[in-house]
């Protein structure tokens, strides 16, 4: 019912800045709590980011409080990932996720619909 698509990918310098894209089509995500979830090669996948349907509430993983921030633009249907001072250990394939009428959730179980993922490769 819902598809995600994510964009802005690339590669990053340390210290850098990205701006992650989940483009939603089916459905609009206006009452949906959206999340970014991330997984590097041989690692299990990890909570980043999560914001509930109304905006009243976001929850970040400790390993990115304070640099990432989770949006949405209702009017386009797309839900962004800001990443300011980027480190190494955020390269990995970011991840963005929806559930209808949803709080924040940090668990994938939580979520009804994925997207195929983007890369996100931090230099030294």
């Known amino acids: 019912q819902v598809q995600l698509v994510e964009s802005g990918g690339g590669a990053v310098q340390a210290g850098g800045s990205l701006r992650l894209s989940c483009a939603a089509s089916g459905r609009t995500i206006s009452n949906y709590a959206m999340g970014w979830f991330r997984q590097a090669p041989g690692k299990e996948r990890e909570f980043v980011a999560t914001?509930?349907?109304?905006?009243?509430?976001?929850y970040y993983a400790d390993s990115v409080k304070g640099r990432f921030t989770i949006s949405r633009d209702n009017a386009k249907n797309t839900v962004y990932l800001q990443m300011n001072s980027l480190k190494p250990e955020d390269t990995a394939v970011y991840s963005c996720?929806?559930?209808?009428?949803?709080?924040?959730?940090?668990?994938?179980?939580?979520?009804?619909?994925w997207g195929q993922g983007t890369q996100v490769t931090v230099s030294s």
């Open positions: 914001l509930s349907w109304n905006n009243a509430n976001t």
């Open positions: 996720a929806a559930r209808p009428r949803g709080a924040v959730g940090t668990a994938e179980h939580e979520y009804d619909y």
